[in-house]
């Protein structure tokens, strides 16, 4: 079972950049594919970004691509989403997840061990 806990997140103004960060525990971290994911209030879970167990491969919603990076560190048992470019709509509870072997690959039926989120908002 992996556990995960984001940070990074904060209040930033348009056209700024934070970067995220989640911590997972367990050893099996490595063999994961990993994803991103947001809510803003009033609104579903949507997909953000996601990452391969190797890093080679990645995917991003068409909302962000150009604008933020994620990447991992398997040896830290880290991944990261690198946030440029921020708009007013970016604002939102940004969480990490592990990809399951079922579901969507970039829906949240396709992802568990939910952490417990970071809070980003962006300024107009």
């Known amino acids: 079972q992996v556990q995960l806990v984001e940070s990074g997140g904060g209040l930033v103004q348009a056209g700024g950049s934070l970067r995220l960060s989640c911590a997972a525990s367990?050893?099996?971290?490595?063999?994961?594919?990993m994803g991103w994911f947001r809510q803003a209030p009033g609104k579903e879970r949507e997909f953000v970004a996601r990452i391969s167990w190797s890093g080679t491969s990645t995917y991003y919603a068409d909302s962000v691509k150009g604008r933020f990076t994620i990447s991992r560190d398997n040896a830290k048992n880290t991944v990261d989403l690198q946030m440029n470019n921020l708009k007013p709509e970016d604002t939102a509870v940004y969480y990490c997840?592990?990809?399951?072997?079922?579901?969507?690959?970039?829906?949240?039926?396709?992802?568990?061990?939910w952490g417990q989120g970071t809070q980003v908002t962006v300024s107009s």
């Open positions: 997840a592990v990809r399951l072997g079922v579901g969507s690959s970039s829906g949240p039926s396709g992802f568990g061990s």
């Open positions: 367990g050893r099996t971290f490595s063999s994961y594919g």
